[in-house]
């Protein structure tokens, strides 16, 4: 752990909360040290100490969270732009990302936040006074949002506001939840957050050990694995996403390997998104070919998938159609969608549409 934190100021310790999920082992002679469980790397964390993540510390032989409530980043985005294709599709959601991740991917667009932690400079970043669950609400209303998504960094890291806010909402509200995340979490955490969450937006960065490591310092990928099955079991909306990276994971048969696992793992009308790569923070790579992009897309229809989308691509076809008889069901203008269905089934030929869960209409 960073010796830098051995003694947290007072600001940090006016923001700390209790955190869940971990175990206290017996002391030793150096003191108690506690075993963090939100996500695998199940971090052993003395007093005066962070967690890999850089947000959760032990403070008074307990563990907290210093970042409750109190985001870096919130607005209004299109759902579209999570992206979720097949979920309330043309709706607005508010979004929130705070600092901090159990990821260090040398590629992350975010990484001015999502390498921060929650040292001097890293919590001058994020809001002042932490934000009520009821708050959010308010600004769901203000701004048409319909919705609320924690996503621009892991929300895992955060679970305890992520928890708060979603049973909230669903006690007070008919907003739906939604999750943008690497899956890195663990099983017990994982089980709570699917109870009060409607649709889980997931990460399949690589399948590859040796990948894992090298971009993300963690070399275990079955973890993310075996979330993503447990998802696609849950009946929680699953949209999955591969962001195509240049001599990372874009070999042949790295992709191949990806859609045979997926196959075998999750509904075939699970919405699957590959996504150009450019290049951001440590890893300089030339941008992703489109060839590979559509390669990948090739591939995962040969293995059934019946709605593969591509991003980051200008002048990507990123309509919804009938896996059937190629009916457009809805048509999309970068992050703008129109509805062209009343229900989830095609109009021209009845095919039913399991993973469309289209909004209310309002009359």
């Known amino acids: ?39 695998p790397r199940e971090c052993v964390i003395r007093e005066g100490e962070m967690g890999y993540c850089g947000v959760r510390g032990v403070l008074d032989g307990e563990l907290v969270t210093f970042i409750w409530g109190r ?66 609400v308010e600004i769901c209303r203000r701004h048409g949002a319909t919705g609320v998504s924690f996503t621009y960094n892991e929300p895992t890291i955060w679970m305890e506001y992520v928890l708060d806010t979603f049973h909230y909402f669903r006690e007070h509200t008919d907003y739906y939840t939604c999750l943008v995340t690497n899956a890195f979490i663990s099983p017990e955490p994982l089980e709570d957050v699917l109870q009060v969450t409607d649709a889980y937006r997931a ?68 919405p699957w998104h590959f996504t150009r790569y450019f290049p951001h923070n440590e890893y300089r790579e030339d941008a992703t070919p489109v060839a590979t992009l559509r390669f990948a897309e090739r591939i995962a229809r040969e293995r059934g998938f019946k709605f593969v989308y591509l991003g980051n691509l200008p002048g990507a076809d990123g309509d919804t159609t009938c896996p059937k008889c190629g009916q457009t069901l809805i048509s999309r203008a970068g992050y703008s969608a129109h509805i062209l269905v009343d229900e989830p089934r095609c109009p021209a030929c009845g095919e039913p549409l399991r993973s469309l869960v289209l909004p209310e209409r309002k009359n």
């Open 71 to 136: 985001p870096s980043s919130i607005a209004v985005d299109p759902v579209e732009k999570k992206p979720l294709y097949h979920f309330h599709p043309g709706s607005l959601v508010l979004s929130l990302g705070t600092i901090g991740c159990n990821f260090r991917c040398k590629h992350c667009q975010n990484w001015t936040i999502s390498m921060a932690d929650a040292d001097s400079a890293g919590f001058r970043l994020l809001e002042s006074e932490p934000i009520e669950p009821s708050a959010l």
């Open 1 to 39: 752990m960073d010796p830098g934190h051995a003694m947290f100021s007072e600001t940090l310790k006016a923001a700390a909360r209790p955190a869940k999920y971990f175990v206290k082992p017996e002391p030793d002679d150096l003191g108690v040290k506690i075993r963090c469980r939100l996500c």
């Open 203 to 270: 990460d399949l960065k690589t399948i590859r050990p040796e990948n894992l490591v090298k971009m993300a310092e963690y070399n275990h990928p079955e973890k993310v694995l075996e979330t993503i099955a447990r998802v696609a079991k849950s009946g929680v909306h699953l949209e999955v996403v591969t962001n195509i990276v240049t001599n990372w994971n874009d070999s042949e048969e790295e992709i191949r390997e990806m859609a045979e696992w997926m196959a075998d793992n999750v509904p075939l009308d699970t």
